[in-house]
Each structure stands twice: as C-alpha cells, then as structure tokens.
RNA sequence: GGACAGAUGGCCGAGCGGUUGAUGGCACCGGUCUUGAAAACCGGCAAGGGUGUUCCCCUUCGCGAGUUCGAAUCUCGCUCUGUCCGCCA
C-alpha cells in the first residue's frame, strides 16, 4: 500500500516508478479518486459536526425546559443527509483502497530499470562450478534410479507437481530443514517459531498475496488460504501492532510447507521438484526500522548465502532488476544456485526489502519518545528446501548413480556420508 | 458440535442513554526532593483522518446493522476468546 501524501506530492515521480516496473500511469486516477473522496469526507464531518452540536443542545434545552422544536428540526434534516453523505463516503474511501490495494511497491533508486530478468545484474559469482567426466544427469533420474524420489506414487496421491521422497532422500529432506533452522538461529540471531501453513484473509492482504494475486494460492472452504510462503504468518506477526523501537530490529526464522497453485506456469518445469504445488522452505523475516532496510537486506542475504557456501553449492547473487521484482518488494537480491544437468543458475533464494509497503497494509507500526511510523519489513528464503535437494543431487552426483551427502549435513543424516549407501 | 461467560487505551480494570475519548491502577516520559538511586509528591501519556495548523473538527470502546436529537452504555446478527461437555492427533 503506498502512501497518498507521498503521491500527492510527486506525482509524476511516482508514474515514472510504475513505468519502471510496468504499470501503466495511474497518479493521476489516484489523485482524482482522492479529491473527490476528501471533498465528501470534509462535507460529511461538517455535517456531523453540526449533529454533534445539536445533539449537546438538546441535553442542555432539557434541563432547562426550553424550547426545541428548531432544533428537532433541523437534527430531523440532518438524520436524513447525513447516511447519505455516510454512504458516499464510504464507497469512495473503499475504491480509492481497492485500487491503491493492486498497485505494487516503488522501487529502490539503485535497483536497475528494466523489463525482465535480462536486466538483472549480478553482484558476485560464488564457488567452483563442478566438472563432471561423465554427462551429469537430471535430479529427478538420480533420486528415481535410487528409489528415493517416487514421481508416480505423487501422480496417484496427488497428481502432477507433487513429489515423494523416500528413505535416505526424505531424510536429507529433514537434515537441510534442521541444518537450515539451526545455522540460522545460532548465527545469525534469527528467533525460531513454528507457524500455521493456513491463515486468513487478512494475512494474505497484508503481504500483498491478496486481492491481486488470489489465483496463485490455494484457499479452503471456510475461507482461509495455504500459506505460498511462511513470510506470511511471520510478517503478520507485527500486523496491527506498535513497536517500541528498542525491540526492533525483530529476526524470525520458520520451517513451512508453501503451496502454490502455479497457475501461470503451464508446461514449465513440469518434470522433477524444481517447479511443485508443495515444498519445503525455510524462510527469514527481519522487522526493522525503516531506515535500517538496507542494512537488514544485506545482512539476511549473507545468512541464506551462509546455507549454500556450507553446503559447498555453486552459487551467484543476482540484483534484480525493476521488473522482475515481486509485487511488494522495492529492491530485491535472488540467490541462484548452479543446475549441471541444465548447465545454468536457477533460483533457490529471494531476499526482498518491502520497506513500508506491507507495514502500510498491515497497521505494523514502530513508536518512540521522539518519532513513530510504519516498520519496514524483510524477507527472504534461507532456503527453499524442495531445490536445495535438487542442487545436491544434481551437484553430488558420481558416476556409479550414488550422491555424496555435503560434508556439514553428514551429522544431520547420522554419519551417512553418500546417498545409496545402505547406512 | 452442545451449554454458559466474556471482548473497553501499551497492559489491568471502572463505566445510571447526555462535555466519558472514556474514573482508577500499572508501565512509560518529564520535574521536585537526593551525593546518586529508590520511595514520595507534581505533571504528561491512544490511534487514524480533515483544502485546520500556537488552536479546531471528525472517526474509533471486537465487527456489522438497528432504536434515539444523542449509544461504550439499549436491541439483533456475526466473529473471536475463555470454561464445561462431546469428539479427536
């Protein structure tokens, strides 16, 4: 949600933002919407103001006998305009929320303009990319030919998109989630909480998933939504909350399962775990001050780092560019792992300053002696399991079929040090 | 699912339909006192909005309707929380 004062002052600024991430101009909508909305709003406190007046009179003209057939007059015209006014009100406030509600966040000054991923910069390449004598195979041929990945089991249990993991694999599965959870809580400060995988509606607005995206999630019969991503309940932790600023800034870490309906994504990726309506994520979120963003975005990019530079996983940081952000982020940093068997990076990680734009949305607000206002909120994968096994099947592999398990995750999987091993 | 009870400011907790945006307490901030601190005393302390800016106005007592000149207070519906029963990992 964007400030109106904000657009009110620079419009064209603002226009030239959404340009920037392809929105057609809207300021001068919005400003439209606006005037014509506080117009009603000062006629309609006017109006109440003057019932107010009328309704202390009377209290007074009571105690004193006196005359009040003026004045039950005019309060009588005044019953009958004034829902009127009400009603107007009303509707306008709620259009000019809907559509600022679709309208997704400005981008940070230094993030480059452009229209897609081709725009993306990257910001540093980390770790050797693994050569193989042998033609690396798929994740998916690896995981079925040791029995661990169970593709066709998933088909009848849930239909495409769903995988089963088996025996040592779903026990990596659990390994990089403890891995994940403990690094990132003994390190990196980040408070360990366990949250719901549904929420409400409410949430769902607050980080910006609702309205304009409903038909990438999932929602269930009552009414609430499966969480995409566990940065939902964890942002909303804060939401119609004031913080003192001596608890800021707030680090949480959160294992979640994320459902995504994949909509948009027809005959993408539609082989293997890159691309489920499941997975596993381990995700960060830091509420701070808002001018401790920057800083924040950098220090949770280094701690998902952390997770690939300990798993030894060939990796780069990409900033992206202003059109391939998500819809609340105003600068975002993708983390994106080395794929052999498709010779390229693909994202395993996506850390997003929202700065206020979720705060504005949720009521999550910061207070002091001396200054109060909107929190700025952070997330970021650290990391997305369901790839992270992908990555270490892929990068792992030997030639004999059977996976190396990274060294640091050897005593999570109980001194198992090669997958296909019997341990 | 059934039966009760409740929902008020950062927290606790008052509140006969008429200066109650809301007594009081705690917490917090400022001051007096003190070598310093504590205690005591004094003062301050909700949020959002308005084509108003030393001041004023509007809205908000879970949410939504209704009664009334006027609702935190009365009526109805909803949501949520607690307790007991049933079911259950």
């Known amino acids: 949600m964007h400030d109106i004062r904000r657009i009110r002052e620079n419009p064209s ?10 929105v057609a101009p809207v300021a001068s909508v919005i400003l439209d919407m606006d005037a014509r909305r506080r117009e009603v709003v000062s006629n309609l406190q006017l109006m109440q103001s003057r019932r107010n007046e009328i309704a202390s009179l009377v209290a007074v003209a009571k105690q004193n006998c006196g005359d009040m057939t003026e004045l039950e007059r005019e309060a009588a015209d005044l019953k009958r305009m004034t829902p009127l006014l009400e009603k107007k009100a009303e509707t306008l406030t709620s259009q000019l929320k809907d559509f600022l509600s679709a309208i997704p966040n400005v981008p940070r000054p230094d993030v480059p303009l452009g229209a897609n991923e081709m725009a993306n910069v990257c910001q540093r390449i980390i770790g050797e990319v693994p050569q193989f004598d042998f033609s690396p195979k798929p994740h998916y041929e690896i995981g079925e030919t040791l029995g661990m990945i169970d593709f066709a089991s998933a088909v009848k249990i849930s239909g495409s998109r769903f995988t089963i993991l088996r025996q040592q694999i779903a026990r990596l599965e659990r390994a990089l989630k403890n891995f994940m959870l403990d690094t990132h809580t003994n390190e990196f400060g980040y408070e360990e909480v366990c949250v719901p995988f549904l929420v409400n509606r409410e949430c769902m607005y607050g980080t910006g ?12 019969m009552d009414g609430r939504w499966l969480i995409p ?3 939902v309940p964890l942002t909303n932790l804060v939401r119609d909350m004031i913080i003192a600023v001596s608890r800021l800034p707030m680090r949480m870490t959160a294992y979640s399962a ?16 890159i691309r489920n309506h499941q997975f596993s994520k381990v995700e960060l979120v830091s509420v701070v001050h808002p001018s401790n963003g920057e800083e924040e975005l950098e220090r949770m990019t280094h701690a998902a780092e952390a997770i690939l530079q300990r798993l030894e996983l ?3 940081v990409m900033l992206l560019s202003s059109g391939d952000m998500g819809f609340s982020a105003e600068k975002t940093y993708d983390l994106e792992v080395w794929i052999p068997s498709e010779n390229k990076y693909r994202e395993i990680s996506s850390c997003s300053l929202c700065g206020q734009f979720q705060a504005r949305r949720m009521g999550a607000r910061y207070k ?13 994968s650290g990391l997305a399991i369901g790839r992270t096994i992908v990555a270490i099947l892929e990068n792992y592999q030997l030639v004999n079929g059977k996976v190396m398990v990274p060294e640091v995750l050897v005593p999570y999987m109980d001194g198992l040090r090669e997958l296909g091993e019997s341990g």
């Open 209 to 220: 998933q609702l309205p304009k995206f409903a038909e990438d999630s999932f929602s269930t």
């Open 368 to 380: 002091d002696d001396s200054e109060k206002g909107f929190v700025s909120t952070l997330n970021g």
């Open 258 to 273: 994320c459902f995504r309906s994949e909509a948009g994504a027809a005959g993408r990726d539609t082989r293997g775990m």
């Open 13 to 22: 600024s603002f226009d030239c933002a959404m340009g920037s991430r392809g």
């Open 314 to 316: 060939p990796y780069r």
């Open 229 to 231: 991503t566990s940065e």
